[in-house]
T-cell receptor, first 116, second 112 residues
């Protein structure tokens, strides 16, 4: 069964360092998302991406965050200067289509980011 | 801002018991999804309901979307230890975007 692959599974970094989280969405999917889940809290939307541009971003997705689809297969989330509060599980998701009832998201297993 | 509250937050029951998890909001959603999340993994989609009042069954799991599309419930019949996990509801945003807004989660533990 097709799956969304995320790397690394766990990254530990020092505050202020740049981090890049990578995702390989399902090959025929066109819509890509990043969500995050702080330990013990709910899953929060960060950003959606379609046709090589951001479709929507949340208040969390400030200037320190950026997304890119550099080569047609990878979808990356970059945090420029990490803060302690960026520690969370980051989930990538993709879908083949949008619209009510048709927007079936497939999630990756997540990348756990720990900022020290 | 659309918010989804789930109840109960935690639930520990014996194998064979029935349970219902609720997902409530004051906002209308275009659709409602239920996910199950295992520790260290991403959420896995169980079902999508689209029409107000819609009921879907997945083996021992019954999902219902409220008539007004503001709430949903998940009922599990004869729970088994394999049902243990974090159950998440997610509502489809109606503001013209296509993101899903996740609920607060219900952590279920089924004891053998």
């Amino acid at each position: 069964e097709p799956e969304v692959t995320q790397t690394p599974s766990h990254q530990v970094t020092q505050m202020g360092q740049e981090v890049i989280l990578r995702c390989v969405p399902i090959s025929n999917h066109l819509y890509f998302y990043w969500y995050r889940q702080i330990l013990g809290q709910k899953v929060e939307f960060l950003v959606s991406f379609y046709n090589n541009e951001i479709s929507e971003k949340s208040e969390i997705f400030d200037d320190q965050f950026s997304v890119e689809r550099p080569d047609g297969s990878n979808f990356t989330l970059k945090i420029r200067s990490t803060k302690l509060e960026d520690s969370a599980m980051y989930f990538c998701a993709s879908s083949a289509s949008r619209g009510s009832g048709a927007n079936v998201l497939t999630f990756g297993a997540g990348s756990r980011l720990t900022v020290l | 801002t659309q918010l989804l509250e789930q109840s109960p937050q935690f639930l520990s029951i014996q194998e064979g018991e029935n349970l219902t998890v609720y997902c409530n909001s004051s906002s209308v959603f275009s659709s409602l999804q239920w996910y199950r999340q295992e520790p260290g993994e991403g959420p896995v989609l169980l079902v999508t309901v689209v029409t107000g009042g819609e009921v879907k069954k997945l083996k021992r799991l019954t999902f219902q979307f409220g008539d007004a599309r503001k709430d949903s419930s998940l009922h599990i019949t004869a729970a088994q230890p394999g049902d243990t996990g974090l159950y998440l509801c997610a509502g489809g945003d109606t503001s013209g975007t296509y993101k899903y807004i996740f609920g607060t989660g219900t952590r279920l533990k089924v004891l053998a």
